[in-house]
């Protein structure tokens, strides 16, 4: 079959956000021509690309899962591979891998006023070739890192050492570290997930990091889920677990914010539950900043803390003063050998997948940009993106944006309206997208868009704020301008 070069939607991006998108759209709208482009030869996005030791979610599946089809696995935190399997079924299912358009790397895209469509430059990653495709409407998918690379620091000496060195964005499937010294660079999610996992085989594993993380136990599987489960219709029990689970983890980030002195002794106390008792926990496991000023790691049945307790994994708190042959020197003095080093160091932050946005001829800079109820950007005509919750799950936040999107086009098609595009504000003050002090984020600034100081510009960060608001408000709302 001839694939269509006209879209009417064409949504960019075959993870989690690209199916949610895919899936309101096509149900919606029964007769619309779209298309969804992936880079990549499979769908799933962070759930395809990552195959390191253990990997899984860090929010729970009860929201981490599609609204429209609800999470029925028995794991509350799950694998990597049950989260893949739960996508390409939902995908399959609704019809959406049909639509999708797999090795295609959008390069550009260029937006004409007097063409009233978009243009998209589109390389084929498997031929090198490209083609031009156009649509009326866009829709960015492409979440928020680099799928090519991930970050790595320079540090002294790093190009001299002789081990072998491993970022978990590219792990090798024939790795063994069977009996090695594992040296992981970094504390964040992925830090803590991979490290339990590999400390059945490896030799021992040190956790080297510059500044400790917030960390906290939840259990793998729900008891009160499963019971749920088996006491209620399935459509009731799956709303319950749902409402539940947002409750809680929204619940809990705002009594961090508010009250910081004493989440942080809660939280102290919960992980000392599952540590030796000579565990230095101030050193390794209080930060220099509030919960949440950073997002809070999860831990599934306490892994990391029982890991951590068996002494085949130690924790050290230190700055790298260089790199040797076979070593990484701290300031300090100390010395950790290492056969593997591991370097959980964060990802490389880029929006829209990398494209260029160009308007009426003139390349856009995101990061002069205002989000608009955080899914459209400033005097950018009918564009939309989907950048999920900081505090909470990906999924609570990628579900409304396709409502609110299914809403906009359904009102565009009612009153024969052809364009949509957000106007800035005179005065709008800019506030980051998110809350958060986290290196990769820092390393970002300027490169992302940027919220505002007055609604419907400003930023939440809260579902049930978000969920009243993006249902509610008025679409033709004065700010959005449309036209024929």
């Not at 009326?136 to 072998?164: H, I, K, R």
């Not at 160091?345 to 880029?350: A, E, F, K």
Request: glycine share 8%; net charge negative.
């Amino acid at each position: 079959m001839t694939e269509a070069t006209h879209l009417e939607v064409l949504i960019v991006g075959a993870g989690l956000s690209g199916i949610d998108a895919a899936v309101h759209i096509s149900q919606a709208f029964p007769a619309k021509n779209y298309a969804v482009l992936e880079q990549r030869g499979e769908l799933g996005g962070t759930w395809s690309l990552f195959k390191y030791p253990g990997i899984r979610s860090d929010s729970d599946m009860y929201t981490l899962g599609f609204g429209f089809r609800p999470w029925d696995g028995k794991h509350a935190i799950a694998d990597g591979a049950d989260i893949l399997r739960y996508l390409q079924e939902t995908a399959q299912e609704y019809g959406v891998d049909e639509r999708i358009r797999y090795h295609r790397k959008a390069t550009t895209f260029e937006w004409s006023s007097d063409d009233q469509y978009w243009t998209v430059t589109v390389e084929n990653t498997e031929t090198g070739t490209t083609e031009t495709l156009t649509c009326d409407f866009l829709f960015s998918t492409s979440g928020y890192y680099n799928y090519e690379a991930g970050y790595t620091p320079d540090w002294p000496g790093f190009s001299e050492y002789q081990g072998t060195v491993i970022h978990p964005q590219h792990w090798p499937e024939d790795l063994d570290y069977t009996g090695k010294r594992v040296v992981v660079i970094g504390s964040g999610a992925t830090a803590v997930t991979l490290i339990p996992s590999m400390a059945r085989d490896a030799g021992h594993i040190t956790m080297l990091q510059r500044t400790p993380t917030y960390i906290v136990s939840q259990p793998k599987i729900d008891p009160i889920a499963q019971t749920l489960k088996r006491t209620m219709p399935a459509k009731l029990a799956a709303k319950a677990i749902h409402a539940r689970y947002a409750a809680v983890t929204i619940g809990f980030y705002e009594f961090c914010r508010r009250n910081p002195k004493v989440a942080k002794t809660l939280l102290k106390r919960w992980a000392k539950l599952h540590l030796p008792d000579d565990f230095d926990y101030e050193t390794h496991l209080t930060p220099p900043y509030d919960p949440w000023d950073q997002r809070l790691c999860v831990v599934p049945g306490a892994d990391l803390f029982k890991a951590i307790h068996s002494h085949k994994v130690d924790v050290v708190t230190g700055h790298i003063e260089r790199f040797t042959s076979d070593s990484i020197v701290l300031t300090s003095g100390e010395e950790l050998k290492a056969d593997i080093v591991v370097t959980a160091t964060g990802l490389d932050v880029v929006a829209m997948g990398g494209a260029e946005l160009v308007v009426e001829g003139e390349k856009v800079d995101l990061g002069e940009t205002f989000t608009y109820k955080a899914l459209m950007l400033s005097d950018v005509p009918n564009f939309a993106f989907i950048i999920g919750y900081s505090n909470a799950s990906w999924t609570l936040k990628a579900d409304l944006v396709c409502e609110y999107v299914v809403r906009l086009l359904e009102y565009m098609d009612q009153h024969a309206l052809k364009v949509v595009v957000p106007r800035k504000h005179e005065g709008l003050e800019p506030a980051p997208v998110f809350d958060l002090t986290s290196g990769y984020l820092q390393r970002a600034a300027g490169r992302l868009p940027v919220a505002g100081d007055k609604d419907p510009w400003r930023l939440k960060h809260n579902w049930y704020f978000d969920k009243k608001f993006l249902r509610g408000s008025k679409l033709d709302d004065g700010v959005v301008e449309f036209s024929a």
